[in-house]
């Protein structure tokens, strides 16, 4: 496994499965034009190029192109890497026929490709560091976040405060606090959002 720092957009579930097997970061798939009108996963991904930049690895057809022109245009240009298969056509193994260009998406490029067209996007794999204390629900819990009286509409201003969808659940907020910040960040965030008296005016 290669630990990279940015997360990695791609089409697909099953060019996530790929791209999981060999790289250690967050991989968000964009459900191909699904992503146009998903307003929750756009802020998500500019959450993600805010905060660790995002890579752009798309199939190399019209489609592919058209998602990660949409996706660029998003978010600042220094946030994001865009990284290319080359074209090679052929047949990916779970498809009865060939893509409508003939060409396989990245779920059908082999993995020394993959790994070639990172490196020469400039991906580059993160130093080994020892690993920092994380989130937990029983963080979230003593900041009011969870299994409170108010502790819903306390969350929901809160994930506001982040640009993160409101619905996220208190499972699912742990696993995007641990994406996004360490554990000192996470305080310091709950201590400036309880001054900064953040309400739903």
Do not use: W
Request: charged share 30%; hydrophobic share 35%.
């Amino acid at each position: 496994m290669i630990k990279i720092k940015q997360a990695v957009i791609v089409e697909g579930k099953y060019d996530k499965i790929k791209l999981s097997t060999v790289l250690d970061t967050v991989i968000i798939q964009t459900d191909g034009f699904g992503i146009f009108k998903d307003k929750d996963k756009q802020r998500l991904i500019k959450r993600l190029a805010q905060t660790r930049g995002i890579v752009i690895l798309t199939d190399s057809d019209s489609a592919g192109f058209k998602i990660r022109s949409f996706i660029g245009g998003s978010v600042p240009k220094d946030s994001v890497i865009h990284a290319y298969i080359p074209d090679v056509f052929g047949k990916e193994r779970r498809k009865d026929a060939p893509s409508k260009e003939g060409k396989l998406g990245v779920e059908g490029i082999n993995t020394e490709t993959l790994l070639a067209a990172l490196s020469r996007a400039g991906v580059t794999c993160e130093k080994t560091q020892e690993k920092s204390r994380t989130v937990t629900v029983a963080d979230l819990y003593e900041a009011g976040l969870s299994g409170k009286a108010d502790s819903a509409a306390l969350r929901k201003r809160f994930l506001r405060s982040l640009s993160l969808p409101e619905r996220l659940s208190t499972g699912a907020l742990v696993d995007m606090i641990n994406i996004f910040m360490t554990y000192d960040e996470f305080q310091e965030s709950i201590k400036n959002f309880s001054l900064s008296g953040d309400d739903d005016k």
